[in-house]
């Protein structure tokens, strides 16, 4: 099992060009090893473009990121990202995909065995010879996982791959990839619209207001490591997550009513927390 990546982020503030409006202001944020943190906040508040600097696909205009002590400035194996789209290579087959980054890292002598454990650890073994194009989103999604996996990375990105798929397929999602992030002590940094989401899979949830982003809460998740969202505990952390995020930023996202759990995310897309990418 990994140890999971601790990562360190000091004094970020970003523009995208040098007399440009500040798009972050001094973020300062510190994830343990292991450690499942979401962040949200509502579109325009840069909760992406800071997932987009941890990964090291973009350079902060000023201020530093440390993964394990190492100084951020590109992207690297040992932490991977996950976007909204899948992006599989639809003509190959889910096993070749899954193996991609192994291929790139001359690492192909140990293909076959590695896709057959990654594609177990999503559920997806029987698939391993079907084309991606062939697949449902859900699917898709989950082949793009093991595939993110593959090259044993200390810390999984997120941002909102779930946020395209039904509420059943979404749930199942949110459930087997926290379940696989603590299985193998991997760091899960993931962007979410959905205070239900972050309940559900996170440990630690950032809260980010706008213009400029900035962190306005840092609140524990105080959840068993394995939840069931019609507990009354997740319910009860949802309310209080839901009740901070309204104070701390101002605008209300509307109750989440639990028995109607697509209505609540019909609500929260009509604006009161958009769910496009910041």
């Given at each position: 099992?990994?140890?999971?990546?601790?990562?360190?982020?000091?004094?970020?503030?970003?523009?995208?060009?040098?007399?440009?409006?500040?798009?972050?202001?001094?973020?300062?944020v510190e994830i343990q090893p292991g450690e499942a943190l979401a962040i949200i906040g509502r579109?325009?508040?840069?909760?992406?473009t800071l997932l987009h600097l941890i990964s090291g696909l973009m350079k902060p205009y000023e201020?530093?990121?440390?993964?394990?002590?190492l100084h951020i400035h590109e992207p690297n194996p040992k932490w991977v990202m996950m976007f909204q789209q899948p992006s599989l290579f639809p003509w190959m087959t889910v096993k070749d995909n899954v193996t991609l980054g192994l291929?790139?890292?001359?690492?192909?002598h140990d293909a076959e065995h590695k896709a057959q454990e990654l594609l177990e650890l999503v559920h997806m073994p029987e698939f391993a010879n079907t084309n991606a194009q062939d697949l449902s989103g859900g699917q898709q999604q989950r082949v793009a996982l093991a595939r993110s996996l593959a090259t044993s990375p200390e810390a999984l990105l997120l941002d909102e791959p779930f946020s395209a798929?039904?509420?059943?397929?979404?749930?199942?999602?949110?459930?087997?990839?926290?379940?696989?992030?603590?299985?193998?002590?991997?760091?899960?940094?993931?962007v979410t619209h959905d205070i239900d989401e972050a309940v559900l899979m996170a440990d630690r949830a950032l809260i980010m207001s706008a213009n400029p982003g900035r962190v306005r809460g840092d609140i524990t998740i105080d959840l068993p490591n394995v939840r069931d969202r019609n507990a009354p505990e997740v319910k009860g952390e949802k309310d209080r997550l839901m009740h901070i995020?309204?104070?701390?930023?101002?605008?209300?996202?509307?109750?989440?009513?639990?028995?109607?759990?697509?209505?609540a995310d019909t609500?929260?897309?009509r604006g009161k927390m958009t769910s496009s990418a910041a």
């Open positions: 099992m990994l140890s999971g990546a601790h990562i360190l982020i000091e004094n970020i503030t970003h523009r995208y060009r040098a007399k440009g409006d500040v798009v972050l202001d001094d973020i300062n579109s325009g508040c840069g909760k992406s201020g530093q990121i440390w993964i394990d002590g291929r790139f890292a001359g690492r192909m798929l039904d509420a059943f397929t979404r749930a199942s999602l949110q459930r087997d990839v926290r379940a696989i992030a603590k299985d193998l002590g991997i760091t899960l940094v993931f995020f309204e104070e701390t930023v101002g605008q209300s996202i509307g109750e989440a009513s639990e028995e109607n759990a697509d209505q609500e929260i897309d």
